[in-house]
């Protein structure tokens, strides 16, 4: 079964940055698009942007657009979310998930979520 | 951005009920891109339904979706014991995506 594993929890003081990972169990990786989410606490899903691991495109929510970098690793099979100039109201679990489908945004399969923290 | 609404917010019900969740979205979502989502405490969101009314592999046939254009409905045909949860819809149709604010559905 394809699985996701992300990187552990982090803590991180506000103007950090803080760069999430997202391990693809097989070589499927490739053939597929992921997007990262974030979900703060008590509260709804939040898209941040989707990329292509194939060629590397990316589309970033206009919100995190500055903010967030998405990229790829294809030889670890690896997706990574760096997002900058934290603030207290980036404290949220975030999320990598698989395009079921090319084309189609939505998700078939997600990460265990990483749990980040921002306090001074 | 297209806007996600979902009603009610939360429901309390027994096992057995019949479970009806709406989502209404403020502009027309083309091709029924609209995916419904179940989340359990502390887990990731898991995919149930897409293009509006297909079942998820895996997904127990008591689910089912069904609408278009700005008006959609997850049913659950008999609670289950499993089934207390949140629940999103998420339109697909363009960027950037958005998810509905969820529905709770606890026991009454």
């Known amino acids: 079964q394809f699985l996701l594993v992300q990187s552990g929890g982090e803590v991180k003081k506000p103007g950090a940055s803080v760069k999430v990972s997202c391990k693809a169990s097989d070589y499927t990786f490739t053939s597929y698009a992921f997007s990262w989410l974030r979900q703060a606490p008590g509260q709804g899903l939040e898209w941040m942007g989707w990329?292509?691991?194939?060629?590397?495109?990316?589309n970033y929510a206009q919100k995190f657009q500055g903010r967030v970098f998405l990229t790829t690793d294809r030889f670890t099979r690896t997706a990574y979310m760096e997002l900058r100039s934290l603030t207290s109201d980036d404290t949220a679990v975030y999320y990598c998930?698989?395009?079921?489908?090319?084309?189609?945004?939505?998700?078939?399969?997600w990460g265990q979520g990483t749990q980040v923290t921002v306090s001074s | 951005a297209i806007q996600l609404t979902q009603s009610p917010s939360s429901l309390s019900a027994s096992v057995g009920d019949r479970v009806t969740i709406t989502c209404r979205a403020g502009q027309v979502i083309y091709n029924s891109a609209l995916a419904w989502y179940q989340q359990r405490p502390g887990k990731p969101p898991k995919l149930l339904i897409y293009?509006?009314?297909t079942l998820e592999f895996g997904v127990p046939s008591r689910f089912s979706g069904s609408g278009s254009g700005t008006h959609f409905t997850l049913t659950i045909s008999s609670l289950q014991p499993e089934d207390f949860a949140v629940y999103y819809c998420?339109?697909?149709?363009?960027?950037?995506?958005?998810f509905g604010p969820g529905t709770t559905v606890d026991v009454k």
């Open positions: 990329i292509n691991t194939y060629s590397g495109e990316t």
């Open positions: 998930a698989r395009d079921k489908n090319t084309g189609s945004a939505f998700f078939d399969y």
């Open positions: 293009d509006a009314s």
């Open positions: 998420q339109h697909f149709s363009s960027y950037p995506l958005t």
